[in-house]
């Protein structure tokens, strides 16, 4: 049986997460088929998850290409037997109309490639919901993050995936920053669309593969403004990439190196708050990590 939509799921060393993605996958409202694809990557490939329910399918596979993040989200792309693809992170569940209401946006535009939606932080059992705006330009993903707009909300069809806008990038540095990379991407073809109602439920904890690795984050965030030098002309979303890798040096212990760039962050804009929280991590008033925590209590990252 031919599926409507194929979904995609990176797990690494989160069972019990896991298995509460790909119910909430199984139980989507939308009434057709819907393959799921659960890709292991750098750990041992769980086939008890594997299921043949010719409804709601879910095929196991190990991580075939660069170990990380993009390498696994590529890895299912091109297993994916759907017309669109779409991608689920393993700590995420998925509200049950959220792939429905997405498959309905792709079908009544047809110049449209890619669909995310906004998103519940769920923070230690605290909810903040996170409306999407309905299109995201490429312009305003350079002015602002936009943290809706990421793989794990996106709906893409998959010629475009492989195509028009090509894979997710496997070369930036620990995989950091790789959503907004190809959010980038897809913009600068088409505006992407959105359900402007949260559907994903998004958990923020302490287990982020990516939380302290500082070094790797600068580097992957320096990959990033040589890649889009449209930056330049955009001094406030300038201004945060320069300060969160301001703020990456502080935490590491980088101090010189950090306030240079606190310099380089508040020639761009003097009201960049990284900059200002950079200098508290470095002159050691207060810690990375405790500003780390009172931002993710708000739903937030740096």
């Not at 047809?110 to 605290?126: A, C």
Request: with cysteine; proline share 6%; hydrophobic share 45%.
């Amino acid at each position: 049986m031919a599926v409507d939509a194929s979904v995609v799921i990176c797990t690494r060393d989160r069972p019990a997460l896991l298995r509460q993605a790909v119910a909430a996958i199984a139980a989507q409202d939308h009434p057709g088929p819907i393959e799921t694809i659960v890709v292991f990557d750098q750990s041992e490939v769980d086939t008890s998850i594997a299921s043949d329910d010719p409804h709601r399918p879910v095929r196991v596979t190990a991580n075939l290409r660069t170990p990380g993040l993009p390498g696994g989200r590529n890895t299912g792309a091109s297993l994916a037997e759907g017309a669109v693809v779409a991608f689920c992170d393993d700590d995420d569940e998925w509200f049950p109309a959220k792939l429905r209401r997405q498959l309905e946006i792709l079908a009544a535009e047809p110049s449209t490639d890619v669909v995310v939606s906004g998103v519940r932080i769920d923070h230690e059992g605290k909810l903040i919901d996170r409306p999407c705006p309905e299109r995201i330009r490429f312009e305003d993903l350079l002015h602002d993050r936009i943290m809706q707009a990421n793989l794990c909300t996106a709906a893409v069809r998959r010629e475009a995936f492989w195509d028009r806008v090509g894979p997710v990038d496997e070369g930036l540095p620990g995989g950091y920053a790789e959503d907004y990379e190809w959010m980038l991407r897809a913009s600068r073809t088409a505006p992407i669309a959105a359900a402007p109602e949260p559907l994903v439920r998004i958990l923020y904890h302490s287990s982020s593969f990516y939380v302290a690795r500082w070094r790797m984050i600068d580097e992957a965030l320096e990959a990033l403004l040589e890649r889009y030098p449209e930056f330049d002309d955009d001094p406030v979303g300038l201004a945060r990439i320069l300060g969160q890798r301001a703020f990456a040096r502080a935490a590491a212990g980088r101090r010189k190196e950090a306030l240079s760039m606190v310099r380089r962050t508040l020639a761009a804009s003097r009201r960049e708050p990284r900059a200002y929280l950079t200098i508290l991590v470095a002159a050691r008033v207060v810690s990375a990590d405790r500003i780390l925590g009172l931002l993710r209590r708000a739903g937030r990252g740096v």
